[in-house]
Nanobody, 126 residues
Framework: QVQLVESGGGLVQPGDSLTLRCEGS????????AGWFRQATGKEREGVAC????????VYAGSVKGRFTISKDHAKTTVYLQMNNLRPDDTGVYYC???????????????????WGQGTQVTVSS
């Protein structure tokens, strides 16, 4: 079955960088969309970045555009999130999610994704 395991979270200071890693199994990134989401305490889960279509189209949330970069390694079925210039409002639990590609495009709506990891905590604080 499809499984996702996130790692790489931690406590960092504002302005620092962090790279999250999502290791998948039971599927291939050739046929599955994947994305990163986050949830701050008391807030709804929100999309951060995703591979929207099979052609490699990427979608970023406006709040992270220019600071975060999503990438993937098909051979390792691993999706990364490079986060630079972190801010306190980036704090939250970060989740990786996946769903099969179809003829349309995925967005950053969490409800569109079928499979989820357990999450990794990112805390940005001075």
């Amino acid at each position: 079955q499809v499984q996702l395991v996130e790692s790489g979270g931690g406590l960092v200071q504002p302005g620092d960088s962090l790279t999250l890693r999502c290791e998948g199994s039971g599927f291939t990134l050739d046929y599955y969309a994947a994305g990163w989401f986050r949830q701050a305490t008391g807030k709804e889960r929100e999309g951060v970045a995703c591979f929207s279509k099979r052609d490699g189209t990427i979608v970023y949330a406006g709040s992270v555009k220019g600071r975060f970069t999503i990438s993937k390694d098909h051979a390792k079925t691993t999706v990364y999130l490079q986060m630079n210039n972190l801010r306190p409002d980036d704090t939250g639990v970060y989740y990786c999610a996946a769903a099969p590609f179809y003829s349309g495009a995925y967005t950053l709506g969490p409800e569109e994704y079928d499979y989820w990891g357990q999450g990794t905590q990112v805390t940005v604080s001075s």
